[in-house]
């Protein structure tokens, strides 16, 4: 099985920052996309950032310019640098890993994601 810890959450003033980490651990073959993604109280979860296993990134509009997306392949582990942080980002924040997995001595694919982990920006 695939585990995912996620940390770095917690209360900061606005224009302030927060780095979140998430790292993936298990029976790893390979990880092909990771992303985050949050979800504020009465709103849909969405997507604020992604990136490949190339290193192309993704990000939403809301969080261009401020948000930066990186991971350390390495590690099985991505970052989410959080800058300019508004009281609109108050939200649940989830790590999402895709990738493949060993099973004995065959391969599967998994999608899993993290128990979250609380962002408030708020004076």
């Known amino acids: 099985q695939v585990q995912l810890v996620e940390s770095g959450g917690g209360l900061v003033q606005p224009g302030g920052s927060l780095r979140l980490s998430c790292a993936a651990s298990?029976?790893?073959?390979?990880?092909?996309?990771m992303g985050w993604y949050r979800q504020a109280p009465g709103k849909q979860r969405e997507l604020v950032a992604a990136?490949?296993?190339?290193?192309?990134?993704n990000y939403a509009d809301s969080v261009k310019g401020r948000f930066t997306i990186s991971r350390e392949n390495a590690k099985n582990t991505v970052h989410l640098q959080m800058n300019s942080l508004k009281p609109e980002d108050t939200a649940v924040y989830y790590c999402?890993?895709?990738?493949?997995?060993?099973?004995?001595?065959?391969?599967?694919?998994?999608?899993?994601w993290g128990q979250g982990t609380q962002v408030t920006v708020s004076s």
């Open positions: 999402n890993v895709e990738g493949k997995r060993w099973e004995g001595r065959a391969l599967y694919e998994f999608d899993i």
């Open positions: 298990g029976r790893i073959f390979s990880i092909n996309a």
């Open positions: 990136i490949s296993s190339g290193g192309s990134t």
